[in-house]
């Protein structure tokens, strides 16, 4: 297994070394072509590097929507609405926001239903631009609770780690050592089993795609060797909020002392 693959990466580089070396073997007689789908970028950079050799893959990347192509699909869904309950500005505004943000068709149809929600909460005749903004910044909120509600408990630990760390230090990238240093304090100190590095990174790995957060391979020059770093994607102090909802890393305690103990840890 190569440094920093998870047992799943293992299994599908042993499958992709079968499937690409299939007719060398004289498995199948036909010709086998092998599509795969990942919102992970970096996911064939972890694979074993004998199958990039006999896979030899072609990578086609789609970008993200742009606002134009959000504004047409929400037009499509604008029958959703009565008829002129839609001020003129409001699908312009749901797609310039989504484009901003994400992209992400899905997130941008959410955002144009919460529009609704909170005008119709107001009370409004209409679903005008204030509705809209006042959606963007609950959606954002209630996209990173409903993320993290999902996370087992040793995640939740290791990612309050890593949003502490940054909020408390002025460094935003860290090294896995020194976000398993605070997370070790944080679980000890709820009196919950500390998992190894490799064991919490593992378990990270799910988060990076859903876009909380990013960890990167990366090298401080010959004599230091390669590590991985990691950086939040999302407000730390927003992680930190959505965290202290779970009964149990409410108790961590984030204080002045614990962060003194954290910038003595990794503040550099």
Request: hydrophobic share 35%.
């Amino acid at each position: 297994m190569m440094p920093g693959t998870s047992p799943e990466e293992a299994d599908d580089s042993k499958l992709l070394m079968q499937l690409s070396r299939a007719g060398e073997e004289n498995d199948v007689d036909a010709s086998i072509t092998v599509v795969g789908i990942s919102n992970d970028l970096k996911y064939g950079d972890r694979l074993d590097t004998r199958v990039e050799s006999s896979f030899a893959p072609d990578e086609i990347v789609f970008p993200a929507y742009d606002a134009n192509q959000l504004g047409d699909i929400l037009y499509r869904r604008r029958d959703a609405y009565h008829e002129g309950v839609l001020s003129e500005d409001v699908i312009p505004l749901c797609s310039a926001f989504s484009a901003q943000e994400h992209g992400d068709a899905r997130r941008a149809l959410d955002l144009f239903r919460l529009a609704g929600e909170v005008a119709r909460d107001a009370d409004g005749d209409q679903v005008r631009e204030e509705h809209v903004r006042a959606a963007n910044d609950d959606a954002e909120v209630t996209r990173v609770q409903d993320l993290i509600r999902g996370c087992p408990t040793q995640a939740k630990i290791a990612i309050a780690a890593l949003a502490a760390m940054d909020e408390f230090t002025n460094q935003s990238h860290f090294k896995a050592t020194e976000m398993c240093q605070v997370y070790r304090i944080f679980a000890e100190s709820i009196g919950t089993n500390v998992l190894g590095q490799k064991r919490i990174t593992d378990q990270l790995r799910e988060y990076e795609t859903l876009k909380i957060i990013d960890m990167t391979r990366t090298s401080d020059g010959y004599r230091e060797g390669t590590y991985l770093e990691l950086s939040l994607l999302d407000e730390a102090s927003l992680l930190l909020q959505s965290i202290g909802l779970d009964d149990q890393c409410s108790q961590i305690p984030i204080d002045t002392q614990m962060r003194q103990q954290i910038v003595g840890l990794v503040g550099r």
